[in-house]
């Protein structure tokens, strides 16, 4: 499985973005994916999950509310859409897959994309 984030950018405080994870391959329907991030002279974290059918969810603390994880399986899509984004959210978003864990855990995900760059401005 091969992933692609695309649609961060840079977007003010309290504004919305949209974030996209393309996968190729047959095969993204039977992965759980997530989103990790990591800001700035900061370690990677773990933001949000969904499982492999989209019917379960598990997201950070640091995002519930505000973030909406969604996954199209016919479209080989998942999408991240952030809602009164904060400049703590400032970081660069990586999408992730893995066959067996759900939540994610950064250390067994079998694979990354290449990361976009959500900036938000005070």
């Known amino acids: 499985v091969q992933l692609q984030a695309s649609g961060g950018g840079l977007v003010q405080v309290g504004g919305s973005l949209r974030l996209s994870c393309a996968a190729s391959g047959r095969t993204f329907s039977r992965y759980h994916m997530g989103w990790f991030r990591q800001a700035p002279g900061k370690e990677r974290e773990f933001v949000v999950a969904?499982?492999?059918?989209?019917?379960?969810?598990y997201y950070a603390d640091s995002v519930k509310g505000r973030f909406t994880i969604a996954r199209d399986n016919a479209k080989n899509t998942m999408y991240l859409q952030m809602n009164s984004l904060k400049p703590e959210d400032t970081a660069v978003y990586y999408c992730a897959a893995d066959l067996e864990t759900m939540p994610l855990g950064q250390n067994a995900v079998d694979y990354w994309g290449q990361g976009t760059l959500v900036t938000v401005s005070s």
């Open positions: 969904v499982n492999w059918s989209g019917g379960r969810t």
